[in-house]
């Protein structure tokens, strides 16, 4: 039985707004990090980012403005973009058939971080009213569902940097439901000084000042990442809703997906991330060998890099399969990275080609094969996402062809 079927992606990028701008930066390798310019970073010990240019929300309605976060003005525009890309309207469905699942880090702690410093310096009568919910997690699931008619099962998934294929994998299950379409995906970033001590605050940020070695994931010299904002929102449909309607196009198929969660640090006890992979195989039927392609999660923290290439080498044994990790251009975008990848993964499996890891020269110490340099041609049928958050969250989600 086929699968849900991706027919719409809306991306927001540091390095491209727009599927096919996206696209086409990351093929030719084009970086997006660079210092913090959304406020002072100067007296901190991290001080790169990769930011969306704040124009990319300025054409929604001015109404929206005061009651959204700049990560939520990106999830609109990213939704509406992923709605028009799969020619759905008002009336293609009953509105109770479709709803939205999207994944959050964090919420809209931008928003938050002003409203509370209005309330320290000038009282809480000057506190704005829609901060009882700018700042929420589910806030980009509320706003994409309000601005679209979208009255269905609807939820927030908040399991860090894996969220993006949990919340995919939430609208998988929606739609085995019953419902017919599910708008599904992760945006997210909060690049504001109170989002950035908390970063810190978590020990895995870069501290190098050159764009080119800050973020390094599987390299010797790999010392922490760079956060950045932004994510991708697909819309993902019945297999058998999304032919009949004639959708004008279909990514690919939502093929299998598994999770796990990793014992405590202290505990001693290995990783569970291969569980996470060999489940999501087992519910596509598929064998490690039908995989063409993997997008690492690639956390540029040597222990957590040595996990998670050694259980990719458990699974698909040493150096086998193509390993990719995009995201070197653009920083990891907290809940948005893995919502991203998995447009990526989609792209790739489009026009038969896996993007490389730019600015990495990758350690020997590790057993798999690191696609660098080039972006390398060759068809793609299948391609396996692995996403892991901050706590022990593994996630993987396959996609392949639908053709």
Known sequence: MTGPLVTGMGVVAPNGVGVEAYWSAVLAGVPAIGPVRRFDASGYPSRLAAEVDPDAAA???????????????LALVAA?????????????????????????SAGGFDFGHRELEKLWRSGNEFVSAYQSFAWFYAVNTGQISIRHGLKGPSGVIVT??????????????QLRRGSRLIVGGGVDGSLCSWGWVAKQAGGRLSESDDPARAYL???????????????????????????????????????GYGASFDPAPESGLASTLHRAVTAALTDAGMEPGDIDVVFADGA????????EATQIATVFGPRTVPVTVPKTMFGRLDAGSAALDVATALLAIRDGVIPATVHVEPSADYPIDLVV??????????ALV??????????ALIVRSAA
Do not use: C, K
Request: avoid cysteine; hydrophobic fraction near 40%.
């Open 59 to 73: 054409h929604l309605p001015s109404r929206l403005l005061p009651q959204t976060d700049h990560m939520t003005r």
């Open 80 to 104: 509406e973009a992923a709605l028009a890309d799969a020619a759905v309207a008002p009336g293609t469905y009953d509105p109770f058939d479709q709803g939205v699942v999207t994944a959050s």
């Open 160 to 173: 860090d940097a894996a969220g993006g294929l949990d919340a995919i994998a939430q609208a998988r299950r």
């Open 217 to 255: 994931p599987f390299d010797a010299r790999a010392a922490g990442h760079v956060p950045g904002e932004g994510g991708a929102i697909l819309v993902i449909e019945d297999a058998d809703a999304a032919r009949g309607r004639g959708a004008p196009r279909v990514y690919g198929e939502i093929a």
């Open 300 to 307: 540029a923290v040597p222990e957590l890099d040595w996990q």
């Open 373 to 382: 340099g080039e972006p390398v041609r060759r068809r793609i049928r299948a």
């Open 386 to 395: 692995i996403a892991r958050g901050h706590g022990g969250f593994n996630s």
